[in-house]
């Protein structure tokens, strides 16, 4: 059985940093694409970052250039660190996997989710 577990969340001001981790486990995923999402309250869940197995990676608009997302294949985790924090960050953040490796942001293509981390950025 799968498991990703998610951590790192928090609350910060505006302008501050937090780095989120998610650790898989149950089966590697070497190969696979692992990705970050996030849900707003009374907004639909939407794509943040994603990296390959060769490190490669592609991010939303929202968040290039302030979250840099990397990954440590031998300990099957990914990281998401987040700098220059805005309130419009605010949101559950959701760690996924997709086992064919594509660099995608359809979150239907993802296989496994885990519980999601809260992040609370405030003004």
């Known amino acids: 059985q799968v498991q990703l577990v998610e951590s790192g969340g928090g609350s910060v001001q505006a302008g501050g940093s937090l780095r989120l981790s998610c650790a898989a486990s149950g089966r590697t995923f070497s190969s696979g694409a692992m990705g970050w999402f996030r849900q707003a309250p009374g907004k639909e869940r939407e794509f943040v970052a994603v990296i390959n197995w060769s490190s490669r990676t592609y991010y939303a608009d929202s968040v290039k250039g302030r979250f840099t997302i990397s990954r440590d294949n031998a300990k099957n985790t990914v990281y998401l660190q987040m700098d220059s924090l805005k309130p419009e960050d605010t949101a559950i953040y959701f760690c996924?996997?997709?086992?064919?490796?594509?660099?995608?942001?359809?979150?239907?293509?993802?296989?496994?989710w885990g519980q999601g981390t809260q992040v609370t950025v405030s003004s």
């Open positions: 996924a996997v997709r086992s064919d490796g594509f660099l995608y942001s359809d979150r239907r293509g993802y296989n496994y």
